[in-house]
């Protein structure tokens, strides 16, 4: 499927007449990328973990819309009407640049080429990761789990979700009985389960991340030992865990301090990651407090994951 990809370069006084133009002309959608809207959300959320200032500031102070509209359309037509509609505006509003770039978009640009990036890694010191379409022969000492990121997060390359696997590696027991919150892919639910788990419950609230983790799961032909399911911990019937990964942000995990006691006893391993450094101090404190200890912490760029034991 072919389409045209219509960029506008313009103002934010300007940006809602431009929006309007375009949808005007047969816009099937149209997408802001407002630097100074970005901007406001950071002053307004001071605890946003992942923003990182530095994207914020490359989109500098121009306000870019985007609209598609069908290959079918006289395109130079268009453009022509679109630059007479834009030069009536620049009467009544700054518009700035008003600069137009159209591009035939192709949904072959994007629909298998990223897979290319894709390719399998050594996950733990035990466990390698590789997706469905490529091939990989695995040593006797490694532990193989199939997995395509498919929309959730959580294909084991970002540091969080590395260092959470790591921990549980080394924390994991036989026979454990483990709660994976916040599961994306399921991959720590399916590692738990290679590394000799007896079951785990995968759980997530994105519709998309729970659709993943199932396919995911029974790609790893761990179905019988997996449950997916959609929803938070306060949907989940109290119930004592071995290992309870959660992979979320500080804020959920500073929210969630008391409710995991309920899914806790003495002896309990809880392996909390997504927390940016900054926060560490928040959350030791919160989960000490709350009487958990203390086993270790890993630290991989920005990102700190703890350890503890109820």
């Not at 001071?46 to 102070?61: P, Q, R």
Request: hydrophobic share 40%.
């Amino acid at each position: 499927m072919k389409w045209y990809e219509i960029e506008i370069t313009t103002t934010q006084q300007a940006q809602e007449a431009v929006s309007g133009i375009l949808m005007e002309k047969g816009a099937k959608g149209t997408e802001v990328v407002d630097p100074y809207a970005f901007r406001n959300v950071l002053k307004t959320n001071e605890y946003l973990d992942y923003a990182d200032l530095g994207l914020i500031d490359s989109y500098g102070t121009d306000v870019v819309i985007r609209a598609w509209l069908s290959e079918d359309c006289n395109i130079k037509a268009l453009e022509e009407d679109i630059k007479n509609s834009l030069m009536e505006l620049k009467e009544h509003f700054d518009t700035g640049k008003n600069e137009i770039q159209i591009r035939l978009r192709d949904d072959s640009e994007w629909k298998d080429n990223w897979k290319q990036y894709f390719k399998p890694f050594k996950f733990t010191d035990k466990i390698v990761i590789k997706p469905s379409w490529e091939e990989y022969k695995k040593s006797p000492d490694e532990i193989l789990i199939e997995l395509d990121p498919g929309m959730a997060f959580g294909t084991g390359t970002h540091e969080t979700t590395k260092m959470c696997a790591l921990l549980g590696e080394k924390y994991i027991e036989p026979d454990d009985k483990v709660l994976d919150l916040g599961c994306g892919t399921a991959i720590l639910a399916i590692s738990a389960i290679k590394l000799g788990a007896r079951s785990a419950l995968a759980v997530d609230i994105d519709a998309q991340a729970v659709k993943t983790a199932r396919e995911n799961v029974l790609k790893n032909n761990v179905e019988d030992r997996i449950t997916v399911k959609q929803g938070e911990l306060k949907d989940l019937k109290p119930e004592r865990y071995d290992l309870i990964y959660i992979n979320i942000i500080a804020d959920i995990i500073l929210e969630l301090v008391e409710d995991v006691k309920k899914f806790a006893d003495s002896g309990t391993r809880v392996l909390l990651s997504g927390i940016i450094n900054t926060r560490r101090d928040e959350v030791f404190e919160a989960y000490t407090q709350a009487g958990f200890k203390l086993l270790e912490e890993m630290e991989q760029g920005d990102w700190v994951a703890m350890a503890f034991n109820a």
